[in-house]
């Protein structure tokens, strides 16, 4: 197993990519902290990996509340003995899209910038102290493909502030990983295309749409991003930091 041994904490863990993500780092052998606003639903997805033979324990955190963070994280270091992976699956609070950036409120456009960026800010840092001081751990952040405004064949707009917000996440994650990598701690980004099993209602024109926009004419999997995750979090990917995992099916090739 990838992870065997490992000790994780997935923020957003009761979301759709955190619960995949979580179950993925279980089933390799991880022990999976959940960490999220709603402590019902975190169990539900605690009971849900064990019953899979995992091994999950669920904690109310505020993934924008440092004290909380951090008490969280000293608990989990003081119970399992150290912190191996840190993944924020948090959603960006206050995504605002599919209105014309003239017509958007300032507070509109800054609200995801500024809660996407700070929790992440928030969780990355404070995993990485611990990991510092153990010189190992992997901090895996999240993005989306409009942190690059264009594709093949396809235009990003109507993103309000959530494409600054993805863009400034990447820059964190490269800025992050420049720091602490003398001390052995890696971070990656992973940014995914859309994934339709997150979404709702009848999007089957939109879909159509982004899928055309891809290489391989599809948009990406939850399993997909969760095993991606296994892999960034893996000795296998050991000599990769500072870095974006590119999940887009092609909707953007580098």
Same mark, same amino acid.
């Not at 022990?31 to 009971?47: C, I, M």
């Given at each position: 197993?990838?992870?065997?041994?490992?000790? #994780?904490?997935?923020?957003?863990? #009761?979301?759709?990519?955190?619960?995949?993500?979580?179950?993925?780092?279980?089933?390799?052998?991880?022990?999976?902290?959940?960490? /999220?606003?709603?402590?019902?639903?975190?169990?539900?997805? =605690?009971?849900?990996?064990?019953?899979?033979?995992?091994?999950?324990?669920?904690?109310?955190?505020?993934?924008?509340?440092?004290?909380?963070?951090?008490?969280?994280?000293?608990?989990?270091?003081?119970? #399992?003995?150290? *912190?191996? !992976?840190?993944?924020?699956?948090?959603? !960006?609070?206050? $995504?605002?899209?599919?209105?014309?950036?003239?017509? +958007?409120?300032?507070? $509109?456009?800054? &609200?995801?910038?500024?809660?996407?960026?700070?929790?992440?800010?928030?969780? /990355?840092? =404070?995993? =990485?102290?611990?990991?510092?001081?153990?010189?190992?751990?992997? *901090?895996?952040?999240?993005?989306?493909?409009?942190?690059?405004?264009?594709? @093949?064949?396809? @235009?990003?707009?109507?993103?309000?502030?959530?494409?600054?917000?993805?863009?400034?996440?990447?820059?964190?994650? @490269?800025?992050? =990983? /420049?720091? !602490?990598?003398?001390?052995? &701690? @890696?971070?990656?980004?992973?940014?995914? $295309?859309?994934?339709?099993?997150?979404?709702?209602?009848?999007?089957?024109?939109?879909?159509?749409?982004?899928?055309?926009?891809? &290489?391989?004419?599809?948009?990406?999997?939850?399993?997909? &991003?969760?095993?991606?995750?296994?892999?960034?979090?893996?000795?296998?990917?050991? #000599? +990769?930091?500072?870095?974006?995992?590119?999940?887009?099916?092609?909707?953007? +090739?580098?």
């Amino acid at each position: 197993m990838l992870l065997e041994n490992k000790n #994780a904490v997935v923020y957003g863990a #009761a979301g759709s990519i955190g619960r995949a993500v979580a179950r993925a780092f279980a089933r390799e052998g991880a022990q999976v902290f959940l960490a /999220g606003r709603t402590l019902s639903s975190l169990q539900k997805v =605690a009971e849900e990996l064990k019953s899979e033979g995992g091994a999950a324990e669920a904690a109310p955190v505020d993934a924008l509340n440092q004290e909380a963070i951090e008490k969280h994280l000293n608990e989990v270091v003081q119970k #399992a003995g150290r *912190i191996d !992976i840190s993944f924020n699956a948090v959603w !960006i609070r206050g $995504d605002l899209q599919g209105t014309p950036l003239l017509d +958007m409120p300032a507070e $509109d456009f800054t &609200v995801p910038v500024l809660t996407g960026i700070k929790t992440h800010f928030l969780t /990355g840092t =404070a995993a =990485a102290r611990h990991m510092v001081q153990q010189k190992s751990g992997v *901090i895996l952040t999240l993005s989306s493909s409009s942190s690059v405004l264009s594709g @093949r064949d396809r @235009r990003y707009h109507l993103t309000g502030g959530f494409s600054t917000a993805c863009a400034a996440i990447e820059a964190f994650s @490269r800025s992050l =990983a /420049g720091e !602490i990598g003398p001390a052995g &701690v @890696r971070v990656v980004c992973l940014r995914p $295309d859309a994934i339709p099993e997150t979404w709702s209602g009848d999007v089957a024109n939109v879909k159509a749409y982004m899928e055309d926009g891809t &290489v391989l004419g599809r948009l990406p999997q939850l399993n997909e &991003v969760a095993n991606a995750a296994c892999l960034m979090a893996s000795d296998h990917a050991s #000599a +990769m930091t500072g870095t974006i995992a590119n999940l887009t099916c092609g909707s953007f +090739m580098e």
